[in-house]
Nanobody, 121 residues
Framework: QLQASGGGLVQAGGSLRLSCTAS????????MGWFRQAPGKEREFVAF????????YYAASVKGRFTISRDNADNTIYLQMNSLKPEDTAVYYC????????????????WGQGTQVTVSS
């Protein structure tokens, strides 16, 4: 099971680092992604990282502010979020990509429990 953590309440302009771990295995050989879902909105793509860690892609809304990384030895995926904005407020999920486009939720087959990120203005 994937578990996301590190969320919380932060003021606009602040930073948070989210972590995603697997409690029952490893995802070191998997492509992984972060998505988020705000109240009343559909789940949206945030960031992707390939199994090697060299391939990284970001949603336009977070590019330049967020950084995805992974530590395969520690079986952890990270999402460093800087310069946070109120519109970043959402529940953030990590997920394992099975196949298909990296920025589409249906390409992912294994989702963790989310972590709430709230950015105050």
């Amino acid at each position: 099971q994937l578990q996301a953590s590190g969320g919380g309440l932060v003021q606009a302009g602040g930073s948070l680092r989210l972590s995603c771990t697997a409690s029952d295995g490893t995802f070191s050989s998997d492509d992984m992604g972060w998505f988020r879902q705000a109240p009343g909105k559909e789940r949206e793509f945030v960031a992707f990282i390939s199994r090697s860690g060299f391939g990284k892609y970001y949603a336009a809304s977070v590019k330049g502010r967020f950084t995805i990384s992974r530590d395969n030895a520690d079986n952890t995926i990270y999402l460093q979020m800087n310069s946070l904005k109120p519109e970043d407020t959402a529940v953030y999920y990590c997920a394992r990509r099975l196949s298909g486009p990296y920025n589409t939720a249906r390409s992912y087959d294994y989702w963790g429990q989310g972590t709430q990120v709230t950015v105050s203005s």
